[in-house]
């Protein structure tokens, strides 16, 4: 047991076993090593506490951002599980409007603005489609199911309607 002593630096055996964890007083050699500058690195700390806590993701967890092209492919993955797939319409349970010859759609303004914001029991897009894809999907039944509106709407136009 002569480890248990305290004033054993002078000791060679126990050495190799644990030289790291001998406290800095016993090595008197090295007691002049200190290092006071590394202190001073822990100001860093504080300046997490500070980063920017205001980011919040919300909007691209909460809803889904479809990432089909085209009008034809937004219509059929979105829109005609509602208004059905040549734009019919149907009445049951709910009541989904035809989009087939639908003298609504004559300005592209109503459609878009019904695309982005959603109509009674319609679902609001606003978050979930862009610019190009509102302008896609609305170019699409406003030229099919008997319409044929040609004015395409640009997603500009798109973009100033956005609630
Ligand atoms: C969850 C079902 C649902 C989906 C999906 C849906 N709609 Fe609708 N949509 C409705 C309902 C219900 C209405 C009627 C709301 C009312 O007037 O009460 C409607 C109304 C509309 C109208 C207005 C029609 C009119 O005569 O006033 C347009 C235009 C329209 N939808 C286009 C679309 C397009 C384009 C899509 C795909 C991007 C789409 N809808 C997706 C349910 C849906």
Redesign the pocket.
Known sequence: MAAAGTGAGAQQAPSASAPAARPAGETPHQSTTQQPGARSMTKRDSADAAKPAGFNPRFSSSSEHFVQQGGER??QS??Q???MPQGEGAKGA??????AK?A??ASGA??VY??LSG?????P?AHR?DDQQ?AD??N??RTHFGNSYQDALTPEEVKKQRP
Not at 94 to 99: H, K, R, S, T, V
Not at 119 to 123: A, E, I, V, Y
């Open positions: 937004l219509y979105i829109c599980g509602c208004h709910g009541f989904y409007p035809a989009l639908n609504r759609l109503y459609p019904v695309v109509l009674h029991g319609m679902p897009f489609l509102v999907v609305v699409y039944v």
